[in-house]
């Protein structure tokens, strides 16, 4: 609209500039007066100029427009006038378009205050800063956990935090690091999380930091609680009965003596109650030197001698050891490997992770009455890079509180386990900068996975 006024002005001073023109031009070659032909020149030059004005006002102001939009300054404002003039339908249609940045700009200002208001109350301490280590970001948490009131560069850090202030710059997107403090004499460990940006064209560093003493303290305090609860359970197991068969060998010898009988008046089914009682000591006896050996197992795990392995030898091997319980318990072993996966690994190590795995595939499977009894074991190539080896089997399944227990110490749910199987292999597996899991349904089965890094 305001394009077809503009042009439909134009024209018409166009077509009476040359109209004037045409006129002057016949008068020029006519005997009219001197003073007619000047008055008409006049005419012509004024009418050229006002169209210059015209065309040259308008650049400008669409000129001065684009500047406003280029330096962001949207505080000018154009007249306009109560009329239907090109001009008035212009300057409306620059001052809607002025408007709606104004708003877009504060709508941008104000979400950018929110996410800052957001960024400075949130628990977790968030420091953002560019190649050169100047600081764009430090939240509140951030200031509070490092005992700072402001930083300008991230290398100020180093003075009081060099640890700290290496293990940002060390780390890359997705890298984590867990570092130990000094703040006012006392040590706190902290959890940073790092990674990096690129905005228009210039990169950043993100990290997140966290004090997570207490909740480490918290979590110590309930693994020596399960490990107190389950060594005092497994004790008082042993010596309950070898504490009351004592005191029961202890008070008919003592009676003997006191009535001043003679050994040989002893019967002998009294000699083979004592016999009974000393052998049931001495088993339990056995069986608590066995846990307690046990026990000091778990704290002396080697670290794992690494080499490349071929997995499909690995399984092969764990399979023919276990053939015999396999064929007893009519169990069928499905074996899916990729030919060619190896992976760095202590062989050994990771040879009895795997055994006690499938031998607690067998014991469930050999519990269920089912005809039909299988185990699988697989090994790929991970999504995301490493390696993973997964034992399923059919069997009767974990109930879910006992799944959430049974990589504790010392927890079973088998009358003649020992409770360490599992919990060594947690702790191979960790040594192997890997993981262990399990997931269970009863009736349905039980899935280990053993993940290994890439």
């Known amino acids: 609209m305001i394009y077809k006024s503009f042009k439909f002005q134009l024209v018409a001073r166009v077509i009476v500039l040359l109209v004037t023109m045409f006129l002057f031009t016949n008068l020029y070659n006519s005997d009219t007066y001197f003073f007619t032909k000047f008055l008409v020149f006049v005419a012509v030059v004024v009418q050229g100029y006002y169209l210059y004005l015209s065309v040259e006002k308008s650049n400008r102001e669409v000129?001065?427009?684009?500047?406003?939009?280029h330096y962001d300054d949207f505080t000018n404002t154009y007249p306009e006038k109560k009329n239907s003039s090109s001009q008035a339908s212009l300057y409306h249609q620059f001052n809607e378009i002025l408007d709606k940045f104004r708003e877009i700009r504060a709508d941008k200002?104000?979400?950018?205050?929110?996410?800052?208001?957001?960024?400075?109350?949130?628990?977790?301490?968030?420091?953002?800063?560019?190649?050169?280590?100047?600081?764009?970001i430090i939240n509140n948490a951030a200031k509070k956990l490092l005992d700072v009131k402001l930083i300008k560069n991230i290398n100020q850090i180093g003075k009081t935090y060099p640890t700290l202030l290496e293990s940002f710059s060390d780390l890359k997107t997705g890298g984590r690091d867990l570092i130990k403090i000094s703040k006012n004499d006392d040590e706190i460990q902290v959890a940073v999380y790092a990674i990096e940006l690129s905005l228009l064209g210039k990169a950043f560093k993100l990290v997140s930091i966290q004090n997570i003493q207490s909740e480490l303290e918290e979590k110590e305090m309930e693994a020596w609680q399960n490990l107190i609860r389950v060594l005092t359970h497994e004790i008082m197991n042993s010596v309950t009965p070898i504490s009351s068969l004592a005191s029961t060998v202890e008070t008919e010898l003592d009676d003997f003596v006191k009535a001043g009988a003679d050994v040989a008046e002893i019967k002998n089914d009294q000699i083979e109650d004592f016999y009974l009682s000393v052998k049931t000591i001495h088993n339990r006896s056995e069986s608590l030197i066995k846990f307690v050996s046990d026990f000091r197992n778990m704290t002396r795990i080697k670290l794992p001698a690494l080499e490349e392995t071929k997995i499909a030898d690995l399984i092969q091997h764990v399979t023919m050891l276990l053939k015999p319980d396999f064929e007893q318990h009519n169990i069928e072993a499905n074996v899916s490997i990729k030919p060619d996966l190896k992976v760095m690994l202590d062989k050994e190590q990771i040879e009895q992770v795997i055994i006690n795995i499938v031998k607690n595939a067998v014991q469930a499977l050999a519990a269920d009455e089912k005809e039909n009894k299988n185990l699988t074991i697989t090994a790929m190539n991970g999504e995301s890079g490493g390696a993973f080896i997964s034992v399923v089997d059919n069997g009767v399944g974990i109930e879910e509180e006992a799944l959430k227990k049974i990589f504790i110490p010392f927890f079973t749910t088998k009358k003649s386990g020992s409770g360490i199987g599992l919990s060594l292999s947690k702790q191979i597996m960790r040594n192997h900068g890997g993981s262990i899991s399990a997931k269970s349904k009863i009736g349905e089965g039980t899935e280990f996975l053993l993940k290994f890094p890439s």
């Open 63 to 69: 000129v001065h427009f684009l500047e406003s939009i």
């Open 109 to 136: 200002e104000a979400q950018h205050q929110y996410l800052r208001t957001i960024v400075q109350h949130i628990g977790i301490g968030i420091i953002t800063f560019d190649e050169l280590g100047e600081v764009q």
